[in-house]
């Protein structure tokens, strides 16, 4: 190999096995008088020495250096001085030098700034020898990080997470996983893959990710995707939302719709409530045909807000059904995950408990937490009193609950009594508030929505209340000029006619 002036030779040692270095390594390594090793914690470092090939290493940096920048920028500095020195030194990295071998891509770097070449010869690296020894295609949508630099959000993918070098990097790793995985999800840790002497591999539950004691900087993660299976009897889904998030787009473009362009979050919410009640209705109706519809309405809302979140760069439309996708497998570990569980009830026990553990310390500071300001009165006052009961706060059965109504009826009764004005108005106000307070918690007690019930109340109302106005609008009579005996009388008849 022609070695020019200027130069330095990036040398891979390969995953630790003497047969991982290439045959170009192993001419250079054998004949170069400057070596310098990044670090000499390495197998294939004392194999080389066995055989007469010893060198430097950088490892005092390690030891001195704030940071690993400062290391990486010291070894670069390093070397771009010996290779303008016309020292032609070779320069051994653990592994494949294109694979998560920072000080390469800044030496490549400063080679182009500085005028020295940079030659780069492979071994077969870390990944390699994972890949046999776990029996891994990287192509079957395999995702590889680096421990040390994880990114925001998990990618939805199989993982395979390195350098993850200590307990405390394995601690960092599992937190991280632990914001889309359940502990108990399975991962198989890898130390020293390939090597035939120290190759260690087990497959243990998350949780116990930084509890293994020979953890050590040739350690790797991998970790599974759960499961989903996409097949299904039945038709299956032929449009998928690119087209939809497409014309929303251009209705928010320069050369879109002026209404579109000029919404806001807050400026839509009152239409995703809107829509939100029209599907409730549809639903009630039992209508195929108009709750595909209402649901197309209600979807148009939320692909709305992505697209707005999206020009303000806050997330987008992928980010919102991978974040709900993980958060279903998450809280689905009987399905995904090992766990088994016995009836519906264990499933809403194991949910509350994730959904508790999902919450960072501090985040929530009182268990009413988390109820929706906005939502209806009857439906947020359950909520509230559903938590408030988890906590211990709640009547012991609902006995209880209904004397709790009747004492509050009767002190509607007292209010009622008051004097014509403004304190009466206002004492009536409190009570009967309290009084619809009461019920709700009467309706969790018994096990049912209130919100549905009052709305099945109004849709009855109004059911009786038509049938009424028909029936007197065919003798041409107004209801207006009839008695109220009267028109109970035809109350009565209208329950037999509609119910």
């Known amino acids: 190999m022609t070695v020019k002036k200027q130069q330095v030779t990036v040398v891979g040692l390969g995953y630790g096995e003497p047969t991982a270095l290439s045959l170009g390594a192993w001419e250079v390594l054998s004949q170069t008088n400057h070596l310098y090793f990044r670090t000499k914690v390495h197998p294939t470092v004392e194999w080389l020495a066995q055989q007469g090939i ?40 653990p592994g494949d030098p294109w694979v998560a071998e920072r000080t390469v891509r800044l030496l490549l770097n400063r080679g182009e700034e500085a005028g020295f070449q940079v030659v780069v010869i492979s071994s077969l690296g870390g990944l390699d020898a994972i890949y046999a020894s776990l029996c891994l295609d990287p192509t079957d949508g395999l995702t590889i990080l680096d421990g040390l630099n994880l990114p925001t959000r998990h990618p939805g993918q199989p993982l395979l997470i390195t350098q993850v070098y200590s307990q405390y990097v394995a601690s960092e790793v599992k937190l991280w996983l632990l914001a889309t995985l359940a502990g108990e999800t399975l991962v198989t840790v890898v130390r020293a893959a390939g090597i035939s002497d120290q190759e260690r591999i087990a497959e243990i539950p998350l949780y116990e990710l930084d509890r293994l004691d020979w953890v050590d900087y040739l350690t790797s993660v991998y970790v599974p995707w759960p499961h989903v299976d996409t097949e299904f009897n039945g038709d299956q889904a032929v449009y998928p939302l690119d087209p939809l998030t497409r014309v929303m787009a251009k209705l928010r473009s320069p ?80 399905v995904f995950g090992q766990t088994e569980v016995e009836g519906v009830g264990e499933v809403l026990s194991n949910w509350e408990a994730i959904k508790k553990a999902e919450k960072l310390t501090g985040e929530r500071k009182s268990a009413l937490d988390g109820v929706p300001r906005y939502l209806a009165g009857l439906a947020k006052a359950q909520k509230l009193q559903a938590k408030a009961a988890k906590v211990g706060f709640t009547w012991p059965n609902v006995q209880e609950a209904v004397a709790k109504l009747e004492e509050e009826l009767t002190e509607l009764k007292e209010a009622l009594r008051f004097s014509e004005g403004a304190l009466r108005q206002q004492k009536v106000e409190e009570e009967l508030g309290d009084v619809l307070f009461a019920l709700a ?38 209801m207006a000029e009839r008695s109220l005996p009267d028109l109970l009388q035809w109350w009565e008849k209208s329950k037999e006619a509609t119910d």
């Open 54 to 93: 010893v060198g430097e290493s950088f490892d005092h940096l390690y030891e001195t250096a704030p940071d690993f920048e400062a290391v990486y920028a010291g070894i670069v500095d390093s070397l771009a001085r010996l290779a303008l020195e016309g020292k032609k030194p070779v320069y051994a990295v």
């Open 255 to 334: 050369e879109g719709c002026p209404w579109d362009r000029q919404q806001t979050h807050v400026s839509l919410k009152s239409y995703m409530l809107e829509e939100s009640y029209e599907v409730w209705d549809a639903i009630d109706t039992q209508n195929p045909e108009k709750l595909c519809d209402e649901l197309g309405d209600l979807l148009l809302q939320v692909v709305f807000h992505a697209q707005i979140a999206l020009e303000n760069g806050d997330f987008d439309l992928n980010d919102i059904i991978q974040a709900i996708t993980t958060k279903l497998i998450r809280r689905h570990p009987h």
């Open 441 to 478: 918690n009467l309706a969790r007690y018994t096990g049912l929505e209130a919100e549905v019930a009052i709305h099945s109340s109004i849709a009855k109302f109004e059911r009786r209340f038509r049938w009424i106005e028909e029936q007197l609008q065919l003798s041409n009579e107004k």
